[in-house]
C-alpha cells in the first residue's frame, strides 16, 4: 500500500487495481482570495491519468475546486469514478457529472467494496462534512480530514464501526476567524484547541500512525494576514505528537512516497514546509478593489426576491436586521431581508467587513459560511455578528435544498429543545 502524497488534505492511495485520490486541491485561491497552499503541489494535471477514483470529504474549495477539476484533460475525466457522500442537493455529484466524471454515492457507514480487497466506509459530520475509512490488504486508513466531534463517544463510536486504525489522518491547525487582529489570546487558544482535538482523536482511535494534515495553508488577503501569526507550525505540532503523546508521527512534502505501516523520518519534510511558509509570509498580501454602496443594493435587491420566492416571507422577516460596518467605503448599512441594505448612523455595528466580502456574501450561496473560514473581519465591542450570518444562511440552506418555512423552523426548534435535554 503506497501513499504519495499531493499537498493539503490531499494523497493518492496505489493499492493493487485502486488508485485513490482525497480531495485534490491543486493551486489557486480559495475562500474568496483568503488562502493559498503554503507549498507547490508536484501532482500535474496529467498525472490523473491512471487515477481509478477520487473521493470528496466536503464541498469547501480547498478539498472539492471545480476549477482545478476543469484543468483534468476529459479523456482522463472519463477514466475516473467520484465517491462521494450521499446528500439530498446533490450539488457536488452534479457538478461532478458535468464535467464527465463517473459518480457513486456512498450510503452512511456501509461498507462499499471497490475491488476485491479493498473496501471503504463514509460517515457523515454535522451538515456538510464526511469521514473515510478505507481498509485494504489488512491495514485501515481513517481520514477524518475537518471533521469535529462533540464528544468522545462519538470518536469511540468510529473507533468501534471500524476496528483497528493503522493509520489516522486530522487536521493540525485552525480553520476559521480566531478575533480581531488585537486579540492575540483567542487566536492562541484556537491554536491550543486544534491540538486539543487531535489529542482526544489519537486517545479515542489509537491509531498505530497518524499524519496531521489539512493545514498547509497561508491566510493571503490583508484582512486575515494577521492570522497567520498563531497558526499551528508543523514543526511545533510534529514535536507536540511524538514528545507529549508519543505517537508515531508521520509528515510528507508534496510528491514524497512512502509505504504505509513502516518507519519514517520526516525532518526533511518538515524543513522544506517552515522554509515554504516563511517565503509566503514574504509575499505581499491580497487586496481587493472597492464595491459601491450602490451596486452592494442592486445585489441585495436580487437576493431578496430570490429568497422571498424560496422562503416564508413572514420568517425571512422575523430574522430581522444586522448592521455592518463596510470599512472601505466608510458607511455603516442596515441589512435585512425586509429593507434590504440602506445607509443607518447611531446605531453599533454588529461586523465589520470590506464591501468585497459583502459583495461576496451577497452573491453566493456560501457566502457567509465562507467569511467565518476566511476570518476577513471583525467584531466591535458590542457587536453580534450572529445577526448578520443568520440572514446570510438562508440561502446557504437553500443551496443544500432546504428552505425556510414553517416545518424547517419546527425542525429547529426540536432540534435545539433535543440538545438541551441532552445536556
Known amino acids: 500500500m503506497q501513499l504519495t502524497w ?3 488534505a490531499s494523497f493518492l492511495l496505489d493499492c493493487g487495481d485502486v488508485r485513490l485520490l482525497c480531495d485534490p486541491w491543486i493551486e489557486g485561491s480559495v475562500f474568496n482570495n483568503g ?3 503554503a507549498s507547490p503541489t508536484k501532482l500535474r494535471y496529467d498525472d490523473f491519468a491512471g487515477v481509478t477514483h477520487i473521493w470528496f470529504s466536503h464541498e469547501h474549495p480547498d478539498h472539492f475546486f471545480p476549477p482545478n477539476l476543469r484543468n483534468i484533460p476529459e479523456a482522463i475525466r472519463r477514466e475516473i469514478t467520484v465517491l462521494f457522500h450521499e446528500t439530498r442537493d446533490k450539488r457536488v455529484v452534479n457538478v ?3 464535467l464527465g466524471f463517473a459518480v457513486q454515492e456512498l450510503p452512511e457507514q456501509q461498507r ?3 475491488a476485491a480487497d479493498f473496501s471503504v466506509l463514509c460517515g457523515v459530520n454535522e451538515d456538510i462534512d464526511s469521514w473515510i475509512a478505507i481498509t485494504a490488504e489488512g491495514k485501515t486508513i481513517l481520514n477524518l480530514n475537518d471533521c469535529i466531534f462533540a464528544t468522545k463517544d462519538e470518536l469511540l463510536a468510529i473507533r468501534k464501526t471500524i476496528g483497528d486504525v493503522d493509520l489516522l489522518l486530522s487536521q493540525f491547525s485552525y480553520a476559521n476567524w480566531v478575533g480581531n487582529p ?3 489570546v483567542s487566536h492562541r487558544a484556537h491554536a491550543v484547541r486544534k491540538r486539543t482535538q487531535m489529542t482526544a482523536q489519537i486517545e479515542a482511535i489509537r491509531p498505530r500512525q497518524f499524519i496531521p494534515f489539512a493545514s498547509y495553508v497561508w491566510f493571503c488577503h490583508e484582512e486575515n494576514f494577521h492570522m497567520n ?5 508543523i514543526g511545533d505540532i510534529y514535536r507536540f505528537l511524538t514528545d507529549e503523546l508519543h505517537q508515531d508521527t508521520v509528515v510528507l512534502y508534496p510528491g514524497d512516497e512512502w509505504q504505509v505501516g513502516s518507519p519514517y523520518s520526516s525532518q526533511g519534510a518538515i524543513g522544506k514546509y517552515e522554509s515554504d511558509f516563511q ?3 514574504s509575499c505581499r498580501p491580497v487586496t481587493s478593489e472597492t464595491i459601491s454602496l450602490e451596486r452592494l443594493q442592486e445585489a441585495m435587491s436580487e437576493l431578496s426576491a430570490r429568497c422571498n420566492e424560496k422562503n ?3 420568517l425571512l422577516r422575523a430574522l430581522g436586521s444586522a448592521v455592518a460596518r463596510v470599512t472601505d467605503i466608510g458607511q455603516d448599512v442596515d441589512i435585512s431581508f425586509g429593507a434590504e441594505i440602506r445607509p443607518v448612523h447611531g446605531r453599533e455595528p454588529d461586523i465589520i467587513l470590506s464591501s468585497d466580502s459583502l459583495m461576496y456574501c451577497i452573491k453566493t450561496d456560501w457566502g457567509g459560511e465562507t467569511l467565518k473560514i476566511n476570518g476577513r473581519f471583525q467584531v466591535p465591542p458590542d457587536g453580534n455578528p450572529e445577526r448578520f450570518f443568520r440572514l446570510f444562511r438562508v440561502p446557504q440552506h437553500n443551496g443544500y435544498g432546504s428552505h425556510l418555512n414553517l416545518r424547517f423552523a419546527a425542525g429547529r426548534m426540536i432540534d435545539v429543545v433535543l440538545r438541551r435535554a441532552a445536556t
Open 6 to 8: 499531493v499537498n493539503h
Open 35 to 37: 488562502w493559498r497552499l
Open 96 to 98: 461532478c457529472r458535468s
Open 112 to 114: 462499499v467494496w471497490i
Open 182 to 184: 488585537d486579540d492575540l
Open 229 to 233: 501569526a498563531s497558526a499551528n507550525r
Open 279 to 281: 517565503n509566503a509570509l
Open 312 to 314: 416564508n416571507a413572514f
